[in-house]
């Protein structure tokens, strides 16, 4: 089984209460492998430019995320830069999006990637996540991420990719801005109408909710008392989703509520940190532990 | 055991997308009894004026709540209206409040409940619900809410009262206002601090947060995907709380959890019918039936 992702690789700068990061490595597809990483062998489909540190391309590498099409274009590394205020930090106000060498990247998988039998096409132009995913022979689960903008901008292009992906991936306003639905159980019924057979709801410090054609499931987050840096977050959640299904090589109902249970753990380390200084280091026994922990917090039982 | 609750009884004028309705029984004890009678006798104290319909009397006995401590008092009836919006079915925007006899009440309880077990204090003035209070001779377990307009004008008192309770129940603006902290887990710490042993945070469509001596755990909401009117959802959640409590008489971790599933059990009949229109017709059984259901919902099997 193999894992690809299409997303971004990113040179952050982020502000929050607890302090300031410059030149990060962040973006969506790093996120995301930081995390599905622990669970199988996942690889990059993502644009850099000349400008991007080699010390982050060595680390991804010794993390063990496969970088085949990562590629690096004359230009400059995308940047971002965002902050959050005390009151709100599940929302970033973006300072500045430096897009660079982004602005003319067509994603391409190189050719062993096409058998790949995951594939998620993280927050993206969605006409450039379509072309990208006609590169693929026969995936058996793909996963799909979009943001505010393309929902504006570009709702025909992501409404029309939607139909060919299996699951799909939504914070709770994005939800509501794609659906016009205030309430979550229907704006999840309305997404799952728009094609994906499987709908994930991230709802930040409230958790997450899961429709499915048999299932609905919700489960609340790991219990943070301070956030550091929620940057990231929603992708290292996508991260243990994909992860875990693609070494289970199942989506009954139980590997659903599994895989959500991991991602909702991962996520929760992602946010007590800067981009990815707790999810950079993390093993699968840190991992264990905490899941544990967050599975007894929603327990009817006390142990 | 028995359990007696101090608060409001209304007559409620509630606009919301689903509709209108005029002079529905109303009121935080109504509501907290219309819950808590499904497991316990409960007992209520509040006032009503002249002009209170004879026929609300009537259908509060019918369901088995003691109206021993209820006052009719020369005057109008407490009077409450407000408006729910589509894209925020969570916040009532207060259109009048017309205070009529309850600017004047001093709650009292009548003898024999003097040695109730269990003493609930529903949203009220703090003074008078501290006064009410000390007519108690050796209560179990004694509950507290409160809301935004005494956190505001009277929080020294709310304080004060804070520190003769087991349990207080707060919803999440409440305990932000209340705490000054954004991160809910560390305002629930924070409110614990205050004196209460037990903290319970309502989060409406995001279920609940539990926070005790040696317990935390969080449940999500049961998933209504149409609200048609949440006046009184955190009465009737408080109301099956303390009822089970009550009923159980004890309040070890597994006890407390049981506690806290069935209050959201009840809140979410609530929220799908205007005023008492879900909860006046619950039988136990039907209870149990989405009690099931709920758990369901969160659990890591896949029934």
Redesign the interface.
Known sequence: MSLVVLGTVALDHVKTPAGERKEMLGGSAAHFAMSARLFTGVEIAAVVGRDFPLPHLKFLKRKNVNLDSLVMSDGKTFRWSGEYQ????NTAVTKYTELGVLGTYIPKPVDHQRKASHVFLANFDPDLQEQFLSHFKTPQLIGLDSMNLWIATKQKSLRRLMKKVDLFVANDSEARALTQE?????AA?SLRAMGPEMIVIK?G???M?FLGPK??????AY?????VDPTGAGDTFAGGLMGYLSRARKV???TL??AC?YATTLASFNVQGFGMEKTAGLSMSAVEQRKKAL????????S
């Open positions: 005390k009151n709100d930090l205030n309430n979550l159980i229907k019924q709802k410090e409230h958790g909710l299932d609905m499931f919700s489960f609340p219990p943070v008392d301070k956030v009954d109902g139980a509520r599994q249970v599975e007894k917090f929603f327990s009817l039982k006390k």
